[in-house]
């Protein structure tokens, strides 16, 4: 079975600030891994994936993520934040390879709020 | 050039009728993914097509749920006897189809279903 926890419901962050979504994920084998975004009675968006090699991943927009194995880890993040940055996050993983469902599981989100 | 799009927006309708929602891929992408997203929550993977044919439908909920895909594109996700729990967002989404697990899914807006 495979598995992902955002831990934070939401984050708050000042414009101009870094800022950080938590993801972290559980599967029993190598995995592939996702960030999506999800503004308002909109479809998800998607931002950028891990696949292998260079554990830091640039992707749209100006966010970036850092893969890190042995903590199980793919936070996401961006060195200074818009107010338009405000919208709902999920992070995803899929199976490299072999068993498990052949969709993204996804975590239940994180709410980004960046204050003017 | 043009998204995943899908129809309606909007159903609402009464316990136990049957109903029908509508996903057009991306043109020339083979892979189809249905997912549905309840309200709080990230969403969870119901059934994956590869051309006309399900390859994964391990996360349908029950017998009540069936999907089509006659001519490898436009995909129907059919509910019948509806149920009040059934009430959620439904996400399609679909990839090139080509480059296995590792692919980018492009979700669609979603139909948001009210059962009464």
């Known amino acids: 079975a495979q598995s992902v926890a955002q831990p934070e419901d939401q984050v708050n962050v000042a414009e101009g600030n870094p800022l950080t979504v938590k993801c972290t994920y559980s599967?029993?084998?190598?995995?592939?891994l996702f960030w999506y975004v999800q503004y308002p009675n909109r479809g998800l968006q998607f931002l950028l994936k891990?696949?292998?090699?260079?554990?830091l991943v640039k992707g749209s927009y100006g966010f970036e993520a850092e893969f890190n194995k042995s903590q199980t880890s793919f936070h996401l993040k961006k060195p200074s934040a818009l107010v338009s940055d405000s919208a709902l996050y999920f992070c995803?993983?899929?199976?490299?390879?072999?068993?498990?469902?052949?969709?993204?599981?996804f975590g239940k989100g994180t709410h980004l709020i960046i204050q003017p | 050039g043009a998204g995943v799009s899908q129809t309606p927006s909007n159903k609402v309708t009464e316990k136990g009728k049957y109903v029908e929602l509508r996903c057009d891929p991306i043109?020339?992408?083979?892979?189809l993914y249905w997912y549905r997203q309840s309200l709080g929550q990230g969403p969870e993977f119901l059934i994956y097509?590869?051309?006309?044919?399900?390859?994964?439908d391990s996360g349908l909920p029950n017998d009540r749920f069936f999907a089509v895909r006659p001519e490898g594109s436009v995909s129907t996700l059919k509910i019948q006897r509806t149920e009040r729990g059934d009430s959620a967002v439904y996400l399609c989404?679909?990839?090139?189809?080509?480059?296995?697990?590792?692919?980018?899914?492009?979700f669609g807006p979603g139909t948001r279903l009210l059962v009464l």
């Open positions: 989404a679909s990839s090139l189809g080509m480059g296995g697990r590792m692919e980018t899914q492009y």
């Open positions: 599967v029993s084998g190598n995995p592939y």
């Open positions: 891990y696949i292998t090699g260079d554990n």
């Open positions: 995803a993983v899929r199976l490299y390879s072999g068993g498990g469902a052949d969709g993204l599981t």
């Open positions: 043109s020339g992408h083979t892979a």
């Open positions: 097509f590869q051309g006309t044919g399900a390859a994964d």
